[in-house]
Each structure stands twice: as structure tokens, then as C-alpha cells.
């Protein structure tokens, strides 16, 4: 046991010398590396002088520049990726976050159709859009864009059963539908004059497309023909079964013509493929969404009135015109297409007004300091335009029920909200863009 004892006691001896012997060590080590970083002063003073002093700090404030700039361009990068972050965590919460839409009614698959409409992002086409949503069915919707909006069906997309495809019906178009609207086409002077050609090709090609179409796919498809078939009518008011008095070499000749023709083709298509149409002639319509600057009577005197300018009636004031709100319009043609009726069916408003007592009725519903100015009369402008609905009320059941004065509040309320609008983006515009 005496002999254990003194070997640990041994060991243990052993043991703390070691530690002791690394711990002097390490002290030695360490102040070694001390003095290799921080020479003595009398080191430094043996040093040779610099030659150029004026050098030497401009030396040190390039470095000194430089080392700013890298530590500028680091905190840039860490910006960066910190904004990419950001931009991802925005991204994966707009997908994650659903849209709301407004209510749509359940179909099963026997019932639910897969619709086209081309146009579908126009003034008419998108009010349809919102009908035919609403009711359950699969909406498609075809349109370039040329008088059409995006922001006028925005409020569908996403939803599971829309879908919106930029496309020009001039050019053939292949898929499976079972109901086609053709409402593809500029319908405002303004806009089918600027290209009356192309105006032509989408009233013949387009249609040819749309009932080639629908010859493939067995589809029944309404053609959106135009009062304008029938020109400076001499018969009044003007029956489905009236030919017309157009002039087909006339400023306005691309739309009328180009939209007989359309209907031509239709019953060439009925008559010998078997396709199922539907003709409806659209009499003048007016509501929320049209063009605030398209040419027609009621979007000019409206922004007239609300500008406080003055509310110019071409010619005597005394041609007529029949107005109908756009929701009346598109139940007649959901009417029209449900029908088993195959001839032409007029779709307007059988009350009808002078341009003059109409813009008195604008002027009135605005207010404002406004004054009526009569101008030089347009070529070819039809002097009597109303429509015979016996057809319509027969066969469709179907009338106009909004009130002139209703949906002109309605429509002067979407213009004004329009019009400002359009005054604050150019105000952004102005801010951003302007030049000093």
C-alpha cells in the first residue's frame, strides 16, 4: 500500500510539472506573437523614412475609398437579397391568399356549357361574361384587345371557370365549346373607320372561323349582327323582314356590309353544313364599360356635360335613335340563344327619342353650365332608327324593363368615376414623367 501511495504521488508530481512546463510554454509563445505584430519603438524609428509623405496618404485614403466601396457594394447584396425575400414571401401570399369572386351558381356536368364568346372583353361581350358566370357555365373568352379591355373581365380571372385568350378570330381558333356569341367586332364609328379593312376581314374571316368552328364541334352559335343593316331606312320602324337602303361605297359601308355579309354567311352555313344559328340585330345600347371616347351619342354628350363643355348634336337634331340599357340587351341574347327561333331578331328599345330631346335629357341628369351647339351632319348618318320587336316579344318573351333615365344614372356614374380616374393617373403621370 506504501509503495501505491508514493507512485501516484509520483505521478501527480509528474503531471503538474507537464502542466506547468505547456502553461510557460504558451505565455512565451503569446508574447512572442506579440512582439512580431507591435515591433519596439526604437524598431519602428529604424525604419527608413517615406520617401513621398504626399503619396503615402493618398496611398492610404485609396485604400481607405476602396474599403468603403466594398463594404457600400456588401450592404447592397444583403439589400438585394433581403428585397428577394421579401418579393418571394409577397408572391407565395397573393397564391396562398384566394381571390374572391362574386357568387356563382353550381352546375353538374350535364347542365354546366363551355361558352365562347368573342369580344368577350368588349363593352357587351364582358356584361355577358358577368351573365353567363353567374349562371354556372364555362366562359372562354377570345379577344385582341383592339376595342376590348382586360380590366373589363379582370374581376373573373382565375377563377376555375373562366379563361381569357388573347387572340384575333381572324386567325382559325381550335377548341371544344358548345355555345359560340360572336360579338367580335369594332362597333363605334370611330373604330371601325380607323381600319375599315380589318373591320371587314373580322365581320367575314372571323365569322367564316366562328362557324367552321362550329361546324366541327357541333355547336349552335349567335351571330351579333347590327342595326346598321339596314342603313338610312325608308321603312320605319324597321322590321326583321326590311332589306335595307345602304350604300356600300359609303364611310360606313365596312361595318354595314361586312355585317350583311356576316349574316349572309350564316344561313349558307345553316343551309348547308346544318349549323345551328341565331341572328340578333343589336339596336343602340348603352351602359357601364363603353368607351369613353368611341364616337357614340351617348358616351359624347355624357363627357361633354361632365367637362362642362359644349354638347355638340350634329345636324338638325332631329334624327332619332332608340336606347337601351346594356343588361336588357344581354338577356335578349341569352333569350335568343336558348331559343329554337332561327330567323333575325331585333333587340332594342321601341321608345324613341330625338338627338336633341336626348341631349336635353343628358344635360338635365348632369347639370353644369353646358351649352347645345348643333355642328355639320356626318355622311350617311341614318336619319330614323327604330326598332320592331314583335319578334322579339313573341318568340323571346322579351322586352326592354330599365328605364332611360335609370340607366343614363347609372352610366353617367361610371363615366365620372372615369374621368377621375384618368385625372389622377395623369397626375402620376405629371409627377413622375414631366419635364422640369
Same mark, same amino acid.
Given at each position: 500500500?506504501?509503495?501505491?501511495?508514493?507512485?501516484?504521488?509520483?505521478?501527480?508530481?509528474? &503531471?503538474?510539472? @507537464?502542466?506547468?512546463?505547456?502553461?510557460?510554454?504558451?505565455?512565451?509563445?503569446?508574447?512572442?506573437? +506579440?512582439?512580431?505584430?507591435?515591433?519596439?519603438? %526604437?524598431?519602428?524609428?529604424?525604419?527608413?523614412?517615406?520617401?513621398?509623405?504626399?503619396?503615402?496618404?493618398?496611398?492610404?485614403?485609396?485604400?481607405?475609398?476602396?474599403?468603403?466601396?466594398?463594404?457600400?457594394?456588401?450592404?447592397?447584396?444583403?439589400?438585394?437579397?433581403?428585397?428577394? !425575400?421579401?418579393? /418571394?414571401?409577397?408572391?407565395?401570399?397573393?397564391?396562398?391568399?384566394?381571390?374572391?369572386?362574386?357568387?356563382?351558381?353550381?352546375?353538374?356536368?350535364?347542365?354546366?356549357?363551355?361558352? @365562347?364568346?368573342? =369580344? *368577350?372583353?368588349?363593352?357587351? =361581350?364582358?356584361?355577358?361574361?358577368?351573365?353567363?358566370?353567374?349562371?354556372?357555365?364555362?366562359?372562354?373568352?377570345?379577344?385582341?384587345?383592339?376595342?376590348?379591355?382586360?380590366?373589363?373581365?379582370?374581376?373573373?380571372?382565375?377563377?376555375?371557370?373562366?379563361?381569357?385568350?388573347?387572340?384575333? +378570330?381572324?386567325?382559325?381558333?381550335?377548341? /371544344?365549346? %358548345?355555345?359560340?356569341?360572336?360579338?367580335?367586332?369594332?362597333?363605334?364609328?370611330?373604330?371601325?373607320?380607323?381600319?375599315?379593312?380589318?373591320?371587314?376581314?373580322?365581320?367575314?374571316?372571323?365569322?367564316?372561323?366562328?362557324?367552321?368552328?362550329?361546324?366541327?364541334?357541333?355547336?349552335?352559335?349567335?351571330?351579333?349582327?347590327?342595326?346598321?343593316?339596314? *342603313?338610312?331606312?325608308?321603312? !320605319?320602324?324597321?322590321?326583321?323582314?326590311?332589306? *335595307?337602303? &345602304?350604300?356600300?361605297?359609303?364611310?360606313?359601308?365596312?361595318?354595314?356590309?361586312?355585317?350583311?355579309?356576316?349574316?349572309?354567311?350564316?344561313?349558307?352555313?345553316?343551309?348547308?353544313?346544318?349549323?345551328?344559328?341565331?341572328?340578333?340585330?343589336?339596336?343602340?345600347?348603352?351602359?357601364?364599360?363603353?368607351?369613353?371616347? %368611341?364616337?357614340?351619342?351617348?358616351?359624347?354628350?355624357?363627357?361633354?356635360?361632365?367637362?362642362?363643355?359644349?354638347?355638340?348634336?350634329? =345636324?338638325?337634331?332631329?334624327?332619332?335613335?332608340?336606347?337601351?340599357?346594356?343588361?336588357?340587351?344581354? %338577356?335578349?341574347?341569352?333569350?335568343?340563344?336558348?331559343?329554337?327561333?332561327?330567323?333575325? +331578331?331585333?333587340?332594342?328599345?321601341?321608345?324613341?327619342?330625338?338627338?336633341? /330631346?336626348?341631349?336635353?335629357?343628358?344635360?338635365?341628369?348632369?347639370?353644369?353650365?353646358?351649352?347645345?351647339?348643333?355642328?355639320?351632319?356626318?355622311?350617311?348618318?341614318?336619319?330614323?332608327?327604330?326598332?320592331? +320587336?314583335?319578334?322579339?316579344?313573341?318568340?323571346? !318573351?322579351?322586352?326592354?324593363?330599365?328605364?332611360?333615365?335609370? *340607366?343614363?344614372?347609372?352610366?353617367?356614374?361610371?363615366?365620372?368615376?372615369? @374621368?377621375?380616374?384618368?385625372?389622377?393617373?395623369?397626375?402620376?403621370?405629371?409627377?413622375?414623367?414631366?419635364?422640369?
Amino acid at each position: 500500500m506504501t509503495a501505491t501511495k508514493k507512485r501516484l504521488k509520483i505521478v501527480a508530481v509528474v &503531471v503538474l510539472l @507537464l502542466l506547468l512546463v505547456v502553461y510557460l510554454y504558451r505565455a512565451v509563445s503569446v508574447s512572442a506573437g +506579440i512582439s512580431d505584430v507591435s515591433p519596439p519603438e %526604437d524598431a519602428q524609428a529604424r525604419l527608413p523614412p517615406t520617401e513621398n509623405s504626399v503619396q503615402s496618404s493618398l496611398q492610404m485614403a485609396y485604400e481607405e475609398q476602396g474599403f468603403l466601396i466594398r463594404e457600400q457594394k456588401a450592404e447592397l447584396q444583403r439589400t438585394r437579397e433581403h428585397l428577394a !425575400h421579401l418579393e /418571394e414571401q409577397i408572391r407565395s401570399l397573393q397564391t396562398s391568399t384566394p381571390r374572391k369572386y362574386p357568387k356563382v351558381k353550381y352546375l353538374n356536368y350535364k347542365n354546366r356549357k363551355r361558352i @365562347l364568346i368573342t =369580344g *368577350g372583353a368588349g363593352f357587351v =361581350g364582358s356584361h355577358l361574361v358577368d351573365d353567363l358566370m353567374v349562371q354556372g357555365h364555362e366562359v372562354i373568352v377570345v379577344d385582341n384587345f383592339f376595342t376590348g379591355r382586360k380590366r373589363n373581365v379582370e374581376h373573373w380571372l382565375g377563377h376555375e371557370n373562366f379563361e381569357l385568350i388573347h387572340h384575333d +378570330i381572324v386567325n382559325p381558333l381550335f377548341i /371544344e365549346i %358548345d355555345e359560340i356569341y360572336h360579338l367580335a367586332s369594332p362597333a363605334s364609328p370611330p373604330h371601325y373607320m380607323y381600319n375599315p379593312v380589318k373591320t371587314i376581314k373580322t365581320n367575314t374571316m372571323g365569322t367564316i372561323n366562328v362557324l367552321g368552328l362550329a361546324k366541327r364541334v357541333m355547336a349552335k352559335v349567335l351571330i351579333a349582327s347590327t342595326s346598321e343593316v339596314y *342603313g338610312d331606312p325608308t321603312v !320605319h320602324p324597321q322590321p326583321e323582314t326590311y332589306w *335595307g337602303h &345602304v350604300n356600300p361605297i359609303g364611310p360606313r359601308a365596312c361595318y354595314d356590309e361586312g355585317k350583311r355579309v356576316s349574316e349572309t354567311l350564316s344561313y349558307a352555313y345553316a343551309k348547308q353544313e346544318k349549323v345551328q344559328v341565331r341572328v340578333a340585330r343589336i339596336f343602340n345600347t348603352y351602359g357601364p364599360r363603353m368607351h369613353m371616347n %368611341d364616337g357614340r351619342v351617348v358616351s359624347n354628350f355624357i363627357l361633354q356635360a361632365l367637362r362642362n363643355e359644349t354638347i355638340t348634336v350634329y =345636324g338638325n337634331g332631329k334624327q332619332t335613335r332608340s336606347f337601351q340599357y346594356v343588361s336588357d340587351l344581354v %338577356d335578349g341574347l341569352i333569350a335568343l340563344m336558348a331559343s329554337n327561333y332561327t330567323q333575325p +331578331i331585333n333587340l332594342g328599345n321601341p321608345v324613341e327619342q330625338t338627338i336633341g /330631346e336626348f341631349a336635353q335629357i343628358i344635360k338635365q341628369l348632369v347639370g353644369g353650365p353646358s351649352v347645345i351647339r348643333q355642328t355639320k351632319a356626318m355622311e350617311d348618318d341614318p336619319q330614323r332608327r327604330k326598332p320592331d +320587336i314583335t319578334r322579339a316579344r313573341q318568340h323571346l !318573351h322579351w322586352e326592354p324593363k330599365v328605364p332611360l333615365e335609370t *340607366g343614363l344614372k347609372r352610366t353617367i356614374s361610371y363615366f365620372r368615376n372615369e @374621368l377621375a380616374r384618368s385625372d389622377r393617373f395623369q397626375e402620376s403621370s405629371n409627377k413622375y414623367f414631366e419635364s422640369p
